[in-house]
T-cell receptor
Framework: AQTVTQSQPEMSVQEAETVTLSCTYD???????LFWYKQPPSRQMILVIR??????QNATENRFSVNFQKAAKSFSLKISDSQLGDTAMYFC????????????FGQGTRLTINP | DADVTQTPRNRITKTGKRIMLECSQT?????MYWYRQDPGLGLRLIYY???????NKGEISDGYSVSRQAQAKFSLSLESAIPNQTALYFC???????????????FGEGSRLTVL
């Protein structure tokens, strides 16, 4: 079974700083997707960014980028020029392509952006 | 209106009561899921359904049951609620047909359940 680990329960940075959230996963699959979801205080789950395992290029979405290290099974999220609206829980998630396409989530990291 | 709607948004109930959480979607997706969120544990899969006749248990299905009444509706029941079922429950949908949304889950706004 796949597992996803987020080792940082909480993080806090100042507005405009850059912050990196860590995620590691364990799988024997070769073809899979990785995701970062954001959950603001409204509790709505919002997709931030996704990475396809067969793509070597790291995904980017505006201020959000990932560092995908397939051999190390690591998938970190970097938020540049952080904003107050980035304050949220962030969840890393894994999905294998073959078979039932279910997302497996990490424990979450609570990120606070301070003014 | 939201693409995935959950009712109720918040509910307080007592031990032993039967509770139903409802989910409806307008995205036209065949796949629907129920997840439970607990602090420090992330989201864990309770049940999932790939179409009206295909329902599967997730990793924590004990104490729960589901019904897929139509492509757009997927309800979660707690037959006899207990305090450790206090959690935030999410319904989600996905489209397996490929394209840029492949693998993405579309979530409802969550149902917070408290069992006293």
């Amino acid at each position: 079974a796949q597992t996803v680990t987020q080792s940082q329960p909480e993080m806090s940075v100042q507005e405009a700083e850059t912050v990196t959230l860590s995620c590691t996963y364990d799988t024997s699959e070769n073809n899979y997707y990785l995701f970062w979801y954001k959950q603001p205080p409204s509790r709505q789950m919002i997709l931030v960014i996704r990475q396809e395992a067969y793509k070597q290029q790291n995904a980017t979405e505006n201020r959000f980028s990932v560092n995908f290290q397939k051999a190390a099974k690591s998938f970190s999220l970097k938020i540049s020029d952080s904003q107050l609206g980035d304050t949220a829980m962030y969840f890393c998630a894994f999905m294998k392509v073959q078979g039932a396409q279910k997302l497996v989530f990490g424990q979450g990291t609570r990120l606070t952006i301070n003014p | 209106d939201a693409d995935v709607t959950q009712t109720p948004r918040n509910r307080i109930t007592k031990t032993g009561k039967r509770i139903m959480l409802e989910c409806s979607q307008t995205k036209g997706h065949d796949r629907m899921y129920w997840y439970r969120q607990d602090p420090g544990l992330g989201l864990r899969l309770i049940y999932y359904s790939f179409d009206v006749k295909d329902i599967n248990k997730g990793e924590i299905s004990d104490g729960y049951s589901v019904s897929r009444q139509a492509q757009a509706k997927f309800s979660l029941s707690l037959e006899s609620a207990i305090p450790n079922q206090t959690a935030l429950y999410f319904c989600a949908t996905s489209d397996p047909s490929g394209g840029r949304e492949f693998g993405e889950l579309f979530f409802g706004e969550g149902s917070r359940l408290t069992v006293l």
